[in-house]
């Protein structure tokens, strides 16, 4: 039988209410991981499971200081001889951000597989037991291995890369690229073959503290890009703009975008579009900035951050440029 580590952050997959009808006014992390997998015995047909409990956030609280710690102990865990892949339950609000961060960090060709939940363990009809449940199948399956990090959330499976949180409130709120299914005909599919993602994971240095800060800024109609004045006087080493459209830059902010970048502070064109890629345009050149590709500005600013850790922009250019 497989052993599979099991990570737990919080979320609303470990949230408790106080009736079994209320879905909003409950506590995220509430029930520790024990309590999670006690609510699916069936977990110990397919894995031997070795819990963890590491926090107990709502994900709106997790950031680049959790993920951190998180990296270092999901690579310890991976780099064990006689653990054979990785469940990590977290919240769905920022699980996007951890999902990138884990996805070009961790260096293993074992399986890594989030998880999370809409409804609170609570609730009538919690999709959480099954969540997990499908998330530990896709982290014991043979065809799991060499995929980077990967996503099972609502009968699917999402590549890390791209994935994205897009409803507030339906069980199925992701979309990501081509991921693959869980159902009761055929258990688990994948989509696409497996790709070798080994190329695109960066090591950070070890003694990292902290990542450098990355704002995103949202451009609406007609906002003034006297915004990017206000995170560069906060700290910022780098930005990332939530665009209208295909990440189309108003021509009120050429002129200061250009001047930042010229200034040493990158510039990441996103798109504040729910779904599809945002396509390099012929005036990156001459402004400097760069396009996010399939990442929304969220996962766009997890991989500036790397990259400046890292001190080597060069490595955006790889990371926006392909599918992983
Ligand atoms: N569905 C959820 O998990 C939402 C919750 N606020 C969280 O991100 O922790």
């Known amino acids: 039988m497989p052993t599979l580590a099991l990570i737990a952050t919080g979320g609303t997959i470990a949230g408790a209410a106080a009736s079994a009808t209320d ?3 409950y506590t995220a992390g509430a029930l520790g991981a024990d309590a999670l997998l006690a609510a699916v015995p069936q977990l110990g047909e397919i894995a031997d499971i070795r819990a963890k409990q590491l926090f107990r956030l709502d994900s709106k609280d997790m950031g680049p200081a959790h993920w951190l710690p998180l990296g270092r102990r999901a690579q310890a865990l991976l780099d064990a001889p006689d653990i054979d892949g990785l469940v990590i339950t977290h919240g769905t ?3 996007e951000e951890t999902a990138a961060y884990l996805h070009l960090t961790l260096d293993s060709r074992k399986p890594v597989v989030l998880t999370a939940a809409m409804r609170p363990a609570t609730a009538l009809s919690a999709d959480g037991p099954m969540n997990l449940y499908n998330a530990a199948c896709v982290a014991t399956h043979p065809d799991s291995a060499g995929r980077g990090v ?12 791209g994935v994205r949180k897009l409803y507030t409130h339906r069980l199925d709120a992701f979309i990501g690229g081509p991921g693959g299914a869980i159902g009761q005909t055929s258990p688990i599919r994948f989509f696409a073959p497996a790709r070798d993602t080994a190329a695109s994971t960066v090591a950070i240095p070890a003694d990292l503290k902290e990542l450098p800060r990355v704002d995103v800024l949202y451009v609406a109609a007609g906002s003034p890009p006297d915004l990017l004045d206000a995170v560069l006087t906060a700290g910022a080493h780098g930005i990332v703009l939530a665009l209208p459209g295909n990440g189309s830059l108003p021509a009120s902010w050429e002129a200061a975008v250009t001047r930042t970048i010229a200034n040493g502070v990158p510039i990441v064109r996103a798109s504040r579009v729910g779904a599809g890629p945002v396509s390099p ?15 929304a500005p969220s996962q766009a600013r997890v991989t500036l951050m790397l990259a400046l850790a890292c001190g080597d922009l060069t490595l955006l250019d790889q990371w926006f440029g392909e599918h992983h």
């Not at 990967?150 to 890369?161: E, K, M, N, Q, R």
């Not at 345009?281 to 990442?295: E, H, K, S, V």
């Open 23 to 25: 879905t909003t006014g």
């Open 93 to 95: 609000d920022t699980l």
């Open 150 to 161: 990967l996503v099972s959330i609502g009968d699917a499976i999402f590549a890390a890369w």
């Open 281 to 295: 345009r012929a005036q990156d050149a001459t402004w400097g900035t760069r396009p996010a590709g399939d990442l």
